[in-house]
């Protein structure tokens, strides 16, 4: 099956900087989504992008679909965006699975 | 719009029991939805896609048997753990599509099952 790798595993800021966040990925995908995981386990999701770029305030997002990558920024990070990023791809349209990858552990520091 | 809900969000029972989990598209019908399973700092790992209508697809290495799943109508899909046992223990998350416009998923808030 496809594999997804994210990186770095883990990530600890100061408030205020900014960072990328990357998700590889091993095959052509339809979907490629963005969600934040917050302390109590709710996936948010922050981009929905297979391809191209998109923003949304602080956050931004570009995926190369040709290359099998996808990255996330984030700029002048706050301690509220602390959690879990997780990227996660899939073949096909809404309903088709989605694989995850393992994560990306960020701590913003104040 | 695009709110799935599940229920309960937290569930504890003892060992041998059934426990049975709701997972709802509120605003949106879906014919496909999606199980979950996380552990402790883990990723999420499908478990099986539920279909309205139609048997579920389980993926590989999950017990049919102990992960019944039934998708009786368009906004309703239920996973029922049965004789539950500690090693079930987990937080289960569903999932739908959304295909109006784009090909998104939206995931409820979880379940966060532990077996005594």
Known sequence: ?110 | GAVVSQHPSRVICKSGTSVKIECRSLDFQATTMFWYRQFPKQSLMLMATSNEGSKATYEQGVEKDKFLINHASLTLSTLTVTSAHPEDSSFYICSAGREVSYNEQFFGPGTRLTVL
Request: hydrophobic share 35%.
């Open chain 1, 1 to 110: 099956g496809i594999q997804v790798e994210q990186s770095p595993p883990d990530l600890i800021l100061q408030e205020g900087a900014n960072s990328t966040l990357r998700c590889n990925f091993s095959d052509s995908v339809n979907n490629l989504q963005w969600f934040h995981q917050n302390p109590w386990g709710q996936l948010i999701n922050l981009f929905y992008i297979p391809s191209g770029t998109k923003q949304n305030g602080r956050l931004s997002a570009t995926t190369v679909a040709t290359e099998r990558y996808s990255l996330l920024y984030i700029s002048s990070s706050q301690t509220t965006d602390s959690g879990v990023y997780f990227c996660a791809v899939g073949l096909g349209g809404a309903n088709s699975k989605l694989t995850f990858g393992k994560g990306i552990t960020l701590s913003v520091r104040p």
